[in-house]
């Protein structure tokens, strides 16, 4: 089958620096999306790596390692509106589909 | 702003009463999509669409249906909801299939099965 593994929940606090990994078993790979949700909200694209290496787009980066099926989404300097679930979303196949893992609930507390 | 609209944003019907679920889009884009979130769970894929060519995934009962009369709109039919249908539905577009990797969703309709 298809999955994709990510913790269920970190806890850190503000201006830390959090990593959520995600490990993936896929029949066919194409990238790694992450998409963040805040409760009740709808899920906002955040960063996509088709690519190994690191893509940083402000205070968060994405990395991929397709040779260990592992990438992972750093957050840096935490802020309060952090605190939301977050998604990592593997594109696995040229149909344009996305399989989403279970999702990380990040907690920022002061 | 182009966006993705989804109405109703709450839906509330009765067990086995036919429903339908709307979405419409001003991004353009060509593909759309439907999934299922129950709480504290992943997007669940139903369906999607490239342009007109209608995309069912194996797992999606056959008591969804889902209709894209043109580019801009979307709908999910639920023909007999069961309590076990109760749950966030998000419709997405993506700018065509090689970008799915960057979906762009609506708020969701949540819908509650009495």
């Known amino acids: 089958g298809q999955s994709l593994e990510q913790p269920s929940e970190v806890t850190a606090v503000e201006g830390a620096i959090v990593q959520i990994n995600c490990t993936y078993q896929?029949?066919?790979?194409?990238?790694l999306s992450w998409y963040q949700q805040h409760d009740g909200g709808a899920p906002t694209f955040l960063s996509y790596?088709?690519?190994?290496g690191l893509e940083e787009t402000g205070r968060f980066s994405s990395f991929l390692s397709r040779s260990d099926s592992y990438g992972y989404l750093l957050l840096q300097e935490l802020q309060m509106k952090d605190s939301a679930s977050y998604f990592c979303?593997?594109?696995?196949?040229?149909?344009?589909?996305?399989?989403f893992g279970a999702g990380t609930q990040v907690v920022v507390t002061p | 702003d182009a966006m993705v609209i989804q109405n109703p944003r709450y839906q509330v019907t009765q067990f086995g009463k036919p429903v339908t679920l709307s979405c419409s889009q001003t991004?353009?884009?060509?593909?759309m999509y439907w999934y299922q979130q129950k709480s504290s769970q992943a997007p669940k894929l139903l369906f999607h669409?490239?342009?007109?060519?209608?995309?069912n995934e194996a797992d999606t009962p056959d008591n969804f249906q889902s209709r894209r009369p043109n580019t801009s709109f979307c709908f999910l039919d639920i023909r007999s909801p069961g309590l076990g249908d109760a749950a966030m539905y998000l419709c997405?577009?993506?700018?065509?299939?090689?970008?799915?990797?960057?979906?762009?969703f609506g708020p969701g309709t949540r819908l509650t099965v009495t």
């Open positions: 979303a593997g594109e696995t196949d040229s149909w344009g589909k996305l399989q």
């Open positions: 790596n088709a690519l190994d």
């Open positions: 991004l353009n884009h060509n593909v």
């Open positions: 997405a577009t993506s700018r065509a299939r090689d970008r799915a990797y960057e979906q762009y």
């Open positions: 896929t029949s066919g790979f194409y990238g």
């Open positions: 669409y490239y342009d007109k060519d209608f995309n």
